[in-house]
């Protein structure tokens, strides 16, 4: 009798665990369509954004995928020079490498240098919280834009040594969308030698012609 009680418990403890998995992904493709909307609305406010309210109906993103959010073990780099981060305008803009993150994906160690913009700090200090996420994969030029996505960070998000880079909230240069915008080239040591499915997709109307 023990043991068909023990049996019926695992049984219980595995079907219930089944239909839980899909409430916790439900959630997180929530959380991340509420932070692509959020994003969407951006446009709307920024006075230098590239597109108008029509223009958002053409973003498309990969659906969202927890298994893109991925924890990163995070060495400071303190003693990192100051250097001339390359953009598709030809202006360069002072960066420093902040940290190297280490992670795996694809079945693979993979790197990724995180870096503060020390052009924008200069003109705000307000900024110098603000960490920045510059890479390239195997997707861009096809699914992807062609010249790389960025993500965003704050000083506060690494947290013990550790730093969740959820691939998920990855976006588009304006460069994606209109020309003449400063925008940074991700420097070949975030070049990652993999597909990363997940993030912002080309834009799917043609790329206006601007000066900004």
């Not at 909307?37 to 029509?54: A, D, G, I, N, W």
């Not at 390239?136 to 998000?157: I, M, S, V, W």
């Not at 940074?184 to 206006?208: D, S, T």
Request: charged share 25%; net charge neutral.
């Amino acid at each position: 009798m023990r043991l068909r009680h023990f049996s019926v418990l695992l049984f219980l403890i595995y079907h219930v665990s089944v239909r839980a998995q899909p409430s916790t992904d439900a959630h997180y493709s929530q959380s991340i369509d509420a932070h692509r909307q959020h994003y969407k609305m951006e446009f709307l406010t920024e006075p230098r954004s590239p597109l108008s309210v029509s223009d958002t109906a053409f973003f498309d993103f990969y659906a969202p995928n927890p298994a893109w959010n991925i924890a990163a073990r995070v060495e400071l780099t303190p003693e990192a020079p100051v250097f001339d981060m390359m953009t598709y305008s030809g202006v360069t803009r002072k960066y420093r490498q902040y940290a190297v993150l280490s992670f795996e994906a694809a079945g693979q160690a993979q790197t990724l240098r995180l870096y503060q913009n020390l052009t924008l700090i200069e003109k705000d200090s307000s900024y110098k919280d603000y960490l920045f996420l510059p890479f390239k994969d195997l997707t861009n030029g096809e699914a992807t834009y062609g010249g790389g996505r960025y993500l965003d960070f704050r000083l506060k998000d690494i947290q013990n040594g550790k730093l969740m880079i959820d691939f998920n909230k990855n976006y588009n240069p304006y460069c994606a969308y209109s020309d003449g915008y400063n925008c940074p080239i991700p420097p070949l040591q975030n070049h990652l030698n993999m597909e990363v499915p997940a993030g912002e997709k080309n834009f799917r109307k043609e790329k206006k012609h601007e000066k900004h």
